[in-house]
């Protein structure tokens, strides 16, 4: 009788999933699922991106005015479109044929790897965190600051050739660390959301270094321009194939930090413990791991990364600080970190893509008028098309619950009815 009794009360006292924990779940397959879902996304929206530069095509739209008369001609003005663009684009990311030299033919693929290369480092800091549960979306404003003090120790600080740049590469990842480490202790100790604080930061960030350009510590001397002064010799990265090339150095520090990234997150205790904080942070609790460090620790280690994309900037291309320094690297690394689904090596192929995108987009703009929009509109294919198929499985997995409830509830009031006319009976 007791045994009875007691088993509804034990049912009754487990603690009940919380209706919003389908979400996570839904977020965590979008940005760890399989490579081929990536492949495919990117295939499909290829796809729909070449329909669209076909669409807005004018010879496919003379050809489209007689279609029903000749068919063939409006679907070959597409080809012809569609293949044109993407052809262009080839040729200003990857290889170009009509170079007269070896390293006019090249010299785009060198373009795509220069591009890339803030684009890896700020993806890490994003795959990293996200690791840890996660989602990293300051490190535009990560960047910024760690660019921001790379730039005054390269151009305010006299030190000898390699120590000088050492010591910019320091302050970068320095300043970007010091700024996702508010994110991480903020998150640790008073539980504010991680979105929110990097958000924030990101216009703090923002606004600061506008700030700072005003100052006469930051601004170039006899320039009214928010700008500041160029960075000394000794603080640039070396080229890495000749002074014909923009390709920097950087580009060997953006491997570096996939291979550290890629050891410590699979061979390190530090990273089985940010995985484990990532996966069931109750869980990771419970076995002794303290998920408040590894929030700070995460976070650190995320900032730092994106500050290393800041440090490619100002002593890879660019060479002064300004306002647009960051350009849009910070945001698009979130894009880069969730083609790559959250893994070192996946993230660095995936911001070589997306290299290849920004390099070729321009090329593909000059020489066939296609709009360079076009490539954000295929990025965002990307993405849209790598989280439909959790949110799909999701809105199905409801859905059968649904009618499973409705089924136990129906089920459970025909019981009870019989049993009450019975008990009438």
């Known amino acids: 009788m007791s045994a009875t009794g007691t088993a509804p009360a034990a ?53 489209a005015s007689y279609f029903f008369a000749r068919p063939a001609d409006t679907l070959a003005a597409m080809w012809a479109a569609a293949s044109a663009a993407y052809e262009a684009m080839f040729y200003g990311a990857v290889y170009n044929p009509n170079g007269t030299t070896l390293a006019q033919r090249v ?14 480092l700020a993806g890490l800091g994003v795959a990293v965190a996200f690791q840890a549960g996660l989602f990293n979306i300051g490190a535009q404003g990560q960047l910024l600051i760690g660019a921001a003090l790379a730039a ?30 508010v994110v991480g202790v903020l998150k640790a100790r008073t539980g504010a959301h991680e979105v929110i604080l990097t958000i924030m930061l990101n216009y703090i960030a923002l606004n600061l270094v506008a700030w700072l350009l005003t100052r006469p510590a930051f601004l170039r001397p006899g320039s009214s321009n928010p700008v500041s002064p160029q960075v000394a010799e000794s603080a640039m990265f070396p080229k890495l194939l000749g002074e014909q090339f923009r390709l920097h150095w950087g580009f060997v520090l953006a491997i570096l930090a996939t291979v550290f990234v890629a050891w410590l997150l699979k061979r390190s205790t530090t990273g089985f413990e940010l995985r484990a904080v990532g996966a069931n942070p109750r869980a990771a609790r419970t076995a002794g791991i303290s998920v408040t460090r590894g929030f700070v620790v995460v976070m650190v280690l995320a900032g730092a990364l994106a500050g290393l994309a800041g440090v490619a900037q100002i002593s890879g291309t660019e060479r002064a600080l300004t306002t647009g320094v960051a350009a849009s690297f910070g945001f698009d690394a979130i894009t880069v970190a969730l083609l790559g689904r959250s893994r070192p090596w996946g993230t660095f192929f995936a911001g070589l893509l997306y290299g290849g995108f920004r390099a070729g987009g321009v090329t593909m703009q000059s020489m066939t008028g296609t709009n360079i929009d076009i490539v954000l509109v295929v990025q965002s294919l990307i993405v849209l098309f790598i989280a439909l198929p959790p949110l799909v499985r999701t809105g199905r997995a409801r859905a059968r619950r649904g009618r499973g409830g409705t089924a136990a509830t129906a089920t459970t009031t025909t019981a009870t009815n019989a049993t009450t006319e019975g008990g009438r009976g």
């Open 152 to 181: 005054w120790v390269g151009f305010a600080w006299q030190l000898p050739v390699g120590v000088h740049l050492l010591a910019v590469v320091l302050a970068g990842a320095a300043g970007g660390a010091l700024w996702g480490a």
């Open 107 to 120: 010299y785009p693929l060198a373009e795509t790897l220069t591009v890339a290369t803030p684009l890896v």
């Open 11 to 63: 049912a009754d006292q487990q603690e009940a999933p919380p209706p919003t924990t389908v979400a996570p779940g839904v977020t965590r397959r979008a940005w760890t699922g399989s490579a081929l879902q990536s492949v495919l996304a990117i295939v499909a929206a290829l796809v729909l991106g070449g329909l669209l530069i076909a669409l807005t095509d004018d010879r496919v739209a003379d050809a």
